[in-house]
């Protein structure tokens, strides 16, 4: 015991130094080129028929004691737990830690463990080795270590801000998602943890992702804090041809908002992790709002070289929720920043039909115009950033909320009042004598029979009102809108689509 302490001062004190450890980005670059080169071989894990079977409730019984965290009581501002196995959580992941002296394999020990009420014999286990890890930061109390991100299952990983909860996840890489081949998932292999120094305020992780057509090496430095950054540097290596490459892939849920009303009766107004897409391009920012398809819908922007785009929970009024287990008001928005020149190509979303919010059904990645062919390499840098209190947004007018109503009149009929609220930007600075201009679009499956523009006096912004009719139910309904002040834009654009109705 007293040598293994000693080792711990130790450590601390030489990765205290300015050293270069001795394990980098190309260790694990070296790693995914030599892999790339070798048929795919895919990891046949065999769990115990104990953890297989758990179901949800039995599974999250399994804890990591907080006691065993690693580097408890070092006074580090990080601490790493780690997940077990079991459930659906059955791909092994090999962990490292990365100090200046080396690096050393993190065995897995079942006593660190607590199972709960499941009837688990620990020493059965042996070295199983683990689900993925969660790292600890004290973000919203000096003494209390939060969890700040948490990497666990295929190459998923989220991440926290100040005052956030869990909601949405980012993907090392996504491949042929929504594609009728089905969509391959690349998973990280092998993490290597790089002990922190006593000041430091970010922390780096390694990863060695893997999938039948590409590997890859993966760097993330970890900066906790309003908006927590996480900036990823990745090179992949192409065993063979991709059709559709995901970068930077965003994944969340939408099940009903203000626009597209839940069809069975609910106490909460609005259910979603996400209620949009953002698209910042060079010469335009666009406003998608999410919706809940009854059949796969893809849609995509095309542009040069993306300033940035994400998937956004722009409203944060705990009454547009109602809900105190999940806390949607509080779930991150997730903004991806691009570092370089990322070239031609298109900002995809994917939004697939769901009936609950336990699954999530909502994707958006960056697609390059180029596929990537075998034998090819590819290097991307780009930071995601969470956010809540003070969220990206255009500079010019944003758009507050979309909603949705019959149109007006005695007896139904098959026409729908749409509702556009934007605020902020140049219209807190338009004189009393003015007025934007609403400019409207709509596609060749449907007409707009009325519109009006009128200021918003309790926001300060101004309220778009189209009533528009749909000329075939089958096909999808696009409308967009951008306020104007003479020749300008001084809004984002809202780019709606109105999903078709299954025959």
Sequence with gaps: ??????????????????????????DVARRAKELAGKP????????????????????????????????????????????????????IVKMNLVTADGVRKIPFQPDNFDYGRNAIDPKSLGDLGFAGFRVH????????????????????????GKNQVYGESARGLAIDTGELSGEE??????????????????????????????????????????????????????????????IAPLTSMFLYASHQPATLEDYRPEVHDSEGLSVQTDGEWIWRPLVNPKRLLIT????????????????????????????????????????????RGRVELVQIPTRDATNDNVVAYWVPEQSPQAGSTMDLEYTLFWQANNETRPPLAW?????????????????????????????????????????????????ILDRQIVKNDVTGGWRVSMRVRRTDD??????????????????????????????
């Design 1 to 26: 015991m007293v040598r293994k302490a000693l080792l711990g001062m130790l450590l601390v004190l030489t990765t205290a130094g300015h050293g270069a450890l001795a394990f980098d980005f190309n």
């Design 40 to 91: 795919f071989d895919r990891p046949d894990t065999q769990l115990p028929k104990t953890l297989t079977d758990l179901n949800y409730d039995q599974y999250q019984q399994i804890r990591y004691r907080p006691e065993k965290a690693l580097w408890r009581g070092n006074k580090l501002p990080f601490e790493v737990q780690f997940y077990h196995p079991g459930l659906y959580f059955n791909q």
């Design 137 to 160: 930061y004290p973000l919203n109390d000096k003494r209390v270590k939060d969890e700040l991100i948490a990497f666990q299952g295929a190459s998923y990983f989220r991440a926290l």
């Design 185 to 246: 998932f690349p998973v990280f292999r092998e993490f290597w943890i790089e002990w922190p120094r006593l000041e430091d305020q970010e922390m780096t992780i390694y990863a060695l992702l893997d999938s039948r057509r590409v590997t890859g090496a993966y760097r993330f430095k970890v900066r906790p804090g309003d908006s927590t950054a996480t900036e990823i540097k990745s090179r992949l290596y192409f065993r063979d041809g991709i059709g559709k490459l995901g």
């Design 300 to 343: 995509s922007f095309g542009t040069t070289n993306p300033r940035g785009f994400g998937l956004m929970q722009r409203d944060r009024d705990f009454a547009h929720y109602e809900d105190l287990d999940t806390r949607y008001d509080r779930k991150p928005s997730v903004w991806v920043v691009p570092k370089g020149d990322w070239g």
């Design 399 to 447: 758009i507050a909320q979309t909603r949705r109503g019959r149109g007006w009149g005695k007896d139904p009929d098959n026409t729908y009042r749409y509702i556009v609220d934007f605020q902020g930007g140049p219209l807190d600075f338009l004189k009393p004598d003015q007025k934007p201009v609403a400019g409207l679009w709509i596609n060749d499956n449907g007409e």
């Design 474 to 503: 089958s096909r999808p309904m696009e409308m967009r809108a951008v306020l104007r002040n003479g020749d300008d834009n001084i809004s984002e654009t809202w780019a709606y689509i109105v999903p078709p109705e299954p025959r």
